[in-house]
């Protein structure tokens, strides 16, 4: 619309009167007819938004109370109700808004189209330079303008537009006739919208913005038509603003009538839905009772419900529930105490397995382990006789390690061993690396009836398997005929699993042990060679005195000296005399020059390994540049005298022969 000082919106703005411009943005700015241009105006700014940032909400801290069901079905029929009632009156209101701001766009299409059509191209292309203003052209125009702004309804603004060489939008012709309203001929449009510039160029027939912008002035809509001359040439663009402040008033009508429906039906969907829950909810609460005493376990408690609906079916299917419950609870009280009972011995067993397996992680040493072992799986587990078979170096059997009884201990003594896969039950477990158990010794093939243990009546052998190899067998024998579930044969593998880890934890630490002494033994022998070596090179001592550091004698054994010894590996490589004049040397002392013979025997060790590393590049730069002198001859004379001639170099001028015996060669 033409007026000045309009907060920005989306939508098309009419030309502004103070700055003689138009504009199609959302930043156009307006102002009412009196501060039109000619009169000094202040500028004005988009008045700000606000937001609502869901901070309103609050919450409220309510005891926790039971809903009854027949309300959460009266709230939620109320709700299903007046939703689709709220979605209806919404979706009718706005079918209305939009029939009518179509309506009002469609009258403004036609409004601006006929009226492009009653202005004279050819007098208004005359109009070039603003001195033309009162011209009778001019007049002309502007009286045409002043008709059709008064032929239509609600239309304010009418106005003729072009752009000049620079492509500025500017005001030709205006309907009003007020100084302070009017935009002269010329002035330029800079106050244009980005809809406007961007689609002057391009406005080929009558245009009506898509929306509304509203001010403190009212709510108003531009339209926008070309104006073309007899030869099909466009002369200019025909503006015009149209208030739509009687279309917001309908639809401030439509949307009353829209809440009145909507807040009415609210208490009568609410009553209807009350009845509605009451109706519905009675046979719920028989059922919600019976439930009640079924929770407390009446189970002989019956619904009745006289109907023929779904509850009813209900209420039946409820009774055999309640009584096919009854029964399965009889039944399945039986059954947790028998399995409360198992679960109770496997609880006691695996606690067993695991002293068992803590105990022997302990020992280190071999045969007190697979002692301990089997006397505590005896004392743990109650059983007559516990014993440790370990597969023998050749293979072919597994011999008696340990044993907890005292038949065991005489089979110890006598070398007790069996044939794998052959004797017994541990030759067949520790053949066939899985469990083997005889409930019953007498009526099982691979018994070993052994007299001395005349007792047993049942016995469990059990493999002691170490990545897929058989390391040894544990076996266990009870008094009782029967003595052994697969349940406990599972416990018992499990353990017999540790312990042929702890085996051959025990084993591998053994051999690392043995192995750790050989090669301490080896460097120990290796620093004694090379400390001897170095010793017969030459007397390495030096003594302090008042007078000064000077080389010394290697220092005697005597009664008024103190000798700490220079250690390296625990071999003895030096020492360290010395000799006070007066007093006894303090603990304090003695102790300070004990840590520093340490760290002078680990730099003396250094200082040899320097010296070898030294020796050593000497030799290899040598042999490499014996063999690089050596290999630049190209003859065999050439070879054997460069070589003899290197070889005395590098011998320290020694006298050196290399020849060639061609008759050793034939004589072979």
């Known amino acids: 619309m033409k007026t000045a000082g309009r907060p920005a919106w989306s939508a098309p ?30 500028s004005r700014k988009r008045p700000s938004r606000s937001r609502w940032t869901g901070r309103e909400r609050t919450t409220m801290n309510r005891p926790r109370r ?79 303008l002043q008709r059709i702004r008064d032929a239509g309804t609600d239309i304010r603004f009418v106005y003729t537009m072009r752009q000049d060489a620079q492509g500025n939008i500017v005001f030709i012709v205006d309907a009003e006739e007020s100084e302070q309203d009017i935009s002269h001929l010329g002035d330029i449009y800079d106050d244009a919208g980005d809809f406007l510039e ?32 007899p030869d099909g040439r466009r002369e200019a663009v025909l503006g015009m603003d149209i208030s739509a402040d009687n279309v917001l008033a309908q639809e401030r009508d439509a949307f009353r009538r829209v809440l009145v429906i909507f807040f009415g039906s609210i208490p009568v969907s609410g009553f209807i839905g009350w009845l509605f829950g009451l109706a519905l909810t009675a046979p719920i609460s028989k059922l919600i009772k019976g439930a009640e005493q079924l929770s407390n376990g009446n189970f002989n408690y019956r619904i009745k419900i006289r109907s023929n609906d779904e509850t009813a079916i209900l209420a039946a299917t409820f009774n055999q529930a ?58 743990q587990f109650g059983f007559y006789h516990t014993g440790i078979f370990l597969t023998e170096a050749e293979g072919g059997f597994v011999s008696l390690q340990a044993a907890s009884s005292e038949g065991g201990q005489k089979m110890l003594t006598r070398g007790h061993r069996l044939q794998i896969g052959e004797q017994g039950i541990v030759g067949y477990a520790a053949a066939q690396k899985r469990p083997r158990v005889a409930l019953d010794v007498g009526e099982d093939a691979y018994f070993f009836n052994n007299p001395d243990l005349p007792e047993t009546r049942s016995e469990a052998a059990l493999p002691l398997v170490v990545r897929n190899r058989v ?97 390296l590996h625990n071999q003895k490589i030096g020492e360290i005399a010395a000799k006070r004049s007066e007093g006894d040397w ?27 590393a030294r020796q050593r590049a000497i030799h290899e730069r040598t042999v490499g540049e014996v063999v690089s002198h050596i290999g630049a001859a190209h003859d065999m004379d050439a070879v054997l005298r460069v070589a003899a001639q290197e070889i005395g170099k590098a011998l320290g001028d020694s006298e050196v022969v290399v020849q060639i015996r061609a008759e050793e060669l034939e004589a072979k």
């Not at 700055?19 to 039109?36: D, F, K, Q």
């Not at 039944?331 to 397996?357: D, K, M, N, W």
């Not at 760290?599 to 003396?604: D, E, P, S, Y």
């Open 322 to 379: 309640a009584e096919r419950l009854g029964g399965l609870v009889a039944r399945l009280e039986e059954r947790v105490e028998e399995r409360t009972a198992q679960l109770s011995r496997r609880t006691s067993q695996l606690q067993a397995a695991t002293r068992v397996a803590r105990q022997a992680t302990a020992i280190r040493e071999l045969p007190q382990l697979l002692d301990d072992t089997v006397r505590t799986i005896s004392d």
């Open 13 to 42: 703005s009419p030309k502004s009167p103070h700055t003689s411009g138009r504009s199609e943005t959302l930043t156009a700015s307006c102002r009412p007819p009196s501060a039109r241009s000619g009169a000094p105006s202040t």
């Open 586 to 612: 303090e603990a304090r002392e003695q102790a300070m020059l004990a840590e520093i013979a340490a760290q002078v025997a680990l730099a003396l060790e250094n200082a040899r390994l320097l010296d070898e």
């Open 471 to 567: 390391i040894g067998v544990l076996d266990i024998q009870s008094k009782q005929a029967r003595a052994f579930s697969p349940e406990d044969i599972e416990t018992f593998q499990t353990l017999a699993d540790q312990i042929a880890l702890i085996i051959e934890n025990a084993r591998l630490f053994e051999e690392m042990n043995l192995a750790v002494s050989q090669l301490e033994r080896l460097a120990t022998d290796r620093i004694q060679q090379a400390w001897m070596d170095g010793g017969r090179a030459g007397s390495h001592a030096y003594q302090y005195t008042p007078a000064g550091i000077q080389p010394a004698f290697r220092a005697g054994d005597r009664d008024d000296q103190l000798i700490v010894p220079i250690l």
């Open 66 to 144: 039971i809903l009854p069901l027949h309300a959460k079905l009266a709230m939620g029929f109320s709700l299903l109700t007046v939703a689709a009632i709220g979605i209806t009156a919404h979706l009718y209101y706005q079918s209305t808004k939009a029939m009518l701001r179509q309506d009002i766009r469609n009258r403004l299409h036609d409004a601006v189209a006929i009226g492009a059509l009653q202005v004279d191209a050819a007098a208004h292309a005359k109009l070039t330079a603003p001195d033309q203003e009162g011209s009778p052209d001019y007049l002309r125009l502007k009286k045409t």
């Open 198 to 229: 961007a689609n002057f160029a391009a406005f080929q027939s009558a245009t009506a913005a898509e929306n509304f912008y509203t001010d403190k002035w009212g709510t108003w809509l531009s339209g926008y038509a070309p104006i073309y001359a």
